[in-house]
């Protein structure tokens, strides 16, 4: 099933070597996640690779999960490389058992996911 869930961004704690994020996700998914993320950024570009521990309720089901999620950008925006995928054997409640890909959307318009999942 393919699920599509805007999100916030409600804090951002940035340290010399680990960044927090946390989400707040409306739509198709509904939750918090708390994600550490290591970045690189140069005159050519940016990079990140990030661990998101998301506490959701996707089609009316309830439990946590984590996304291993991560993505290249050229210094002009364009996406170079991006990856995502729930870690196998994190689900945990009514969740159990997924698996499945995410593909992160950044514009000045919307902050989105879009999850390929299989439960």
Sequence with gaps: MQIIADFEITEWD????????????SGGMAGTSVARLLTAVSEGGQGYVASEEVDATIDGRSGTFVLQHGGIVSADGGVLFQFGVVVPGTATGDLAGLTGTARYEHTDAVARVTLDLEL
């Excluded at 940035?14 to 996700?25: H, N, S």
């Design 14 to 25: 940035e340290q010399p070597d680990l960044t927090w994020v946390r989400k707040r996700f």
